[in-house]
């Protein structure tokens, strides 16, 4: 199937999930399921923008070098979070601090560096100006104003605007469950001792991490070898939203994911995909579970889960697939001369201002492992697409996590 039509029936076969209240300090990297509205005025009383001298303006208005006004300094000192309700009398002025709420009646604030005193008394050589030093009741956000919408994930500074509103507590969407299965005789869990032909399973971190950063919470089931009976009886129990496996995914005697899928009573969508690598993965669905069948190469799986699963993860959080992507000069000449999309990995470099992508060899003619380091990004070319050294392409960056995408796909 070709790779759009893919993400296109994907999209319209996931559901969004349902809210759950979370208090703010686990509501990093969330998505909001309501908007957030100020209830008042932030902040709510006229305040001092600096440490200075707290005065009414009216008291200077005829002062001058030669005749200056001459205010009583009253004792004491308004600290921000001083909230007793104090008054400038006429001809009086009061020492404050940055960020304290101003005396009533005052309307001007004088900086300590450019007061003139002598004891007890303030001097004023020339007129103060109304509202000078002074920060407004509404400055940060006035009752109403709309603070966050629906939808936006909340950032470290997102989730600050939450706080200064009061709001303890914030609606957001259920995190997507994701189970996450590996399939394969010849694999292994990291740690055990192995054996001639055996590998260790990396798909299950890999993916798992892909999952964590889309905003998901992934649900390790392990590894099954290539037998039905035991990969049925792994997925049969998956509570998840979204089921991914890796491996299996051939035509070949050992190759059992479709079949066990359809023991399930799974609906199969798709069971091939016009991209390179990543040609042999499926999609499925049962009830309001959906399933993913991804290659079992490692690297072939991340470009398929960045292409369809990302986005299902996306929009079961009522977030719509990303918009955004990087921009960068080709580094060297790029060319696929294939018929199927071809996902070309490579590194992003930044010299002088300018991002460039270059290509990084995913294993055909050297070892695979010690370039993949490198392989933050990768590119991908339509059929028959060639690219000139220092054209502009389109990069995908996958492991940027979900809250640094909400910024850059906000747009101006």
Known sequence: MDLKKALEIALEITPELGSVEVGIESALDRVLAVDIIAERDIPGQFRSRWDGF????????????????????????????????RDAAEKSSFRIMTGAVMP?????????????????????????????????PWTDAMAGDLILKKGDVL??????????????????????????????DELRETGCRTTQGAVFCNNIHLVAGLVIVCGGEPVRLGIAPDDPELIFSKLKNANADLIVTTGGMGRGSRDFIIEVWERLGVAVHFRSLNLSPGKGSALGSLGKSLFLGLPGNPWAARIVFEEVASAIIRRLQGLPPLKTAIEARAAAALENKGSFYTALPGRLDIARGVISFSPVDPGHTRPILPHMRHCAAYVILSPGQSVSEGEIVTVKAPEIPLSAWSILNEGP
Not at 59 to 80: F, H, K, Q, R, Y
Not at 105 to 129: C, L, M, N, S, W
Not at 155 to 183: D, E, H, M, Q, Y
């Open 54 to 85: 707290a005065l009414r303006s009216e008291d200077t208005a005829n002062a001058s070098a030669e005749n200056p006004a001459i205010l009583d300094i009253l004792p004491g000192l308004i600290a921000a979070g001083n909230f007793e309700a």
């Open 104 to 136: 009533g009646g005052a309307d001007a604030v004088v900086p300590i560096e450019e007061a003139q005193t002598d004891d007890d008394k303030f001097v004023a050589g020339r007129p103060v100006q109304s509202g000078q030093g002074v920060l407004p």
């Open 155 to 184: 950032t470290p500074a997102r989730l600050a605007l939450v706080a200064a509103t009061g709001i303890a507590k914030v609606a957001v969407r259920r995190r997507p469950r994701v189970a996450v299965l590996a399939t394969g």
